[in-house]
């Protein structure tokens, strides 16, 4: 069942084995419930968030799949990846629940989470060779995947920052999606470093 994480749903129904029905027939005249009670539009601030993190975790998705299928020999790369989809999960809650007192500090990104991707970061780009021009998304396909990745979330990067215009949004949630857009894009590299998917330059 594809999950909204602003969607009025308990969050222990996203581990319940007994999920919600798919179709609930409320959202047909283009409304829909937060986890605060609030009916807004489905194209408002808040879910056009949420619609950007879910088609990031979808891309992800797709990137670990082909990982899985290429082979590659690198499994705390998919660890990291697998990781990123369940913090994103948390990102899509806290969002949904920016209005909300009570919110438990375990369901939150915290600063650990930050720094996992930037000492992951640095070590891959310690090891890949210097990059000294702009590069094309491409090689392989788990690389191009990675690099849509990056786009997505870059875009995720931008709603939620014009969420943060009419909400109060923690600084940690702008900083973990601006560190992963980084992380994605030199997973790319390091996946096309590891496969020989080769880099294209950007020729002036």
Not at 10 to 19: A, G, K
Not at 32 to 59: I, R, W, Y
Not at 89 to 99: M, T, Y
């Amino acid at each position: 069942m594809a999950y909204n994480p602003l969607e009025k749903y308990q969050p222990h129904q996203l581990y319940s084995n007994h999920m919600p029905k798919i179709y609930t027939k409320k959202g047909d005249r283009g409304t829909t419930s937060l986890l605060t009670g609030e009916v807004v539009t489905k194209d408002c601030v808040s879910l056009q968030v949420a619609g950007e993190l879910d088609e990031l975790n979808c891309v992800i998705g797709i990137v670990i799949a082909q990982i899985k299928k290429n082979k590659i020999k690198d499994s705390r790369l998919l660890n990291m990846l697998v990781s990123i989809q369940r913090v994103l999960f948390k990102v899509g809650a806290e969002v949904s629940a920016l209005q909300k007192k009570n919110v438990s500090a375990d369901g939150r990104v915290s600063p650990k989470e930050i720094t996992e991707l930037e000492s992951q970061i640095d070590e891959w780009w310690n090891i890949l060779p210097p990059l000294k021009n702009f590069i094309l998304p491409g090689g392989n396909l788990p690389a191009a995947h990675l690099q849509l990745a990056r786009a997505v979330c870059r875009r995720a990067e931008r709603e939620l920052i014009a969420l943060g215009k009419v909400a109060k949004v923690r600084l940690e949630l702008y900083k973990y999606l601006n560190r992963l857009s980084d992380f994605l894009f030199v997973a790319a590299r390091w996946v096309n470093y590891r496969l020989g998917g080769g880099e294209r330059v950007v020729k002036k």
